[in-house]
């Protein structure tokens, strides 16, 4: 008669986050401040470059958190920040867009907007494009920090939403969302208004806050109590339109929009019709950016976690709790897989997303 072995082990992998290094940005301590850090890392050679919204901006060795400069800046980092040949450019709480060194923090330009710099620059071989936190667009020459031209107008809305869009270009047409519910076209040499569509004009907040994305020839952007739209970026003729508002830029991936709404979820939607392939509850309230990696969407959540994803069905493979939330776009280094982390309480994370191999053993194995 035949016996059967009974001490088979089954073995499963998962991914998990491991940390590599954290460190705290800010240069005091601010206890029992906290707000919302939205710089995402910025990656130059062998530095990773973060900034908080207290009091610096700081460039660490991206392989072993050393620090290897920091620079105060006098009411923090407001803006995300764009990085070209070798300068880092950004919006800040004094009044001023900056453009640093990314070898040295030291200043190349700033440039006064006597209002706080809350519009992530558009930078371009000639010149530097902003919005301002009142709904002003600035033209500036990249190299000298000159003003080319300048645009505004008066939002009279009792209450905005605190943020502003990242202008983009199409040809020579810049796109920029404004506070009153407008998304405009301006002549990116003369700064002259060529076109505007109103995608909000009802709701308590109407502003147009996050950079539409050119795509196939089409323009996504949203309103933070409106909608979702996609737009023929020649004409301005709607193509659809989706139900959720939001205010960071969606994602797209083939043929699939990832958008992060301001109802606190996240949608994967088709990107030819606005057909919802899957969406998905966020616990925490509002999500970052979506960011695609090898099949996973990450995401973090301003109220918890960063999140791993399926990007094909939304369900959950990997989470890491930084502390109070996540605020700023996760950034995914091309050169080492290592993932960057600006976190709502000022640190800054280095990971790694692996396997994880786990052994399973029967229940009597474990039997003393």
């Not at 996540?326 to 976190?343: E, F, G, K, W």
Request: include cysteine; aromatic fraction near 12%; hydrophobic fraction near 40%.
């Amino acid at each position: 008669m035949g016996c059967t072995s009974l001490t088979t082990n089954t073995v499963s992998k998962h991914f998990v986050f491991e940390r590599v290094w954290a460190a705290h940005t800010p240069l005091h301590d601010h206890p029992g401040y906290f707000i919302s850090h939205i710089m995402a890392p910025v990656i130059d050679g062998d530095l990773v470059i973060a900034g908080n919204e207290f009091d610096c901006i700081r460039a660490y060795n991206k392989i072993t958190g050393q620090s290897v400069w920091v620079r105060p800046i006098v009411g923090g980092i407001t803006s995300s920040a764009r990085l070209f040949e070798g300068v880092v450019y950004f919006g800040a709480g004094d009044g001023h867009i900056y453009a640093l060194n990314a070898k040295t923090g030291r200043t190349v330009w700033r440039f006064p907007i006597r209002s706080e710099g809350i519009g992530t620059p558009l930078v371009t071989p000639k010149a530097v494009y902003f919005v301002t936190g009142t709904d002003s667009i600035y033209s500036v020459n990249r190299q000298t920090g000159e003003k080319n031209w300048f645009f505004t107008r008066q939002d009279n809305s009792d209450i905005t939403v605190r943020g502003a869009s990242e202008p983009t270009l199409v040809g020579d047409r810049l796109y920029a969302g404004l506070s009153d519910g407008f998304l405009v076209g301006l002549n990116s040499k003369t700064g002259d208004l060529e076109w505007q569509k109103q995608l909000n004009s009802h709701l308590r907040f109407r502003d147009v806050d996050d950079k539409p994305i050119l795509n196939d020839g089409r323009l996504y952007v949203s309103s933070y109590d409106g909608k979702l739209y996609c737009l023929n970026a020649t004409t301005g003729a709607t193509v659809w339109v989706d139900g959720q508002g939001g205010f960071t830029p969606v994602s797209i991936v083939g043929n699939r929009v990832y958008y992060s709404t301001s109802s606190q979820m996240l949608q994967a939607l088709d990107k030819n019709t606005g057909r919802v392939i899957w969406s998905r509850n966020l616990k925490n309230t509002v999500g970052t950016r979506p960011v695609f990696y090898h099949g996973l969407i990450l995401i973090g959540e301003w109220d918890g976690p960063l999140l791993a994803l399926n990007a094909r069905t939304g369900q959950k493979v990997a989470s890491f709790e930084t502390g109070l939330g996540v605020t700023a776009r996760p950034v995914v280094d091309p050169a080492t897989s290592m993932i960057y982390l600006n976190t709502r309480d000022a640190n800054i994370f280095a990971l790694k997303l692996k396997f994880q191999s786990v052994m399973e053993n029967w229940p009597w194995q474990n039997a003393n």
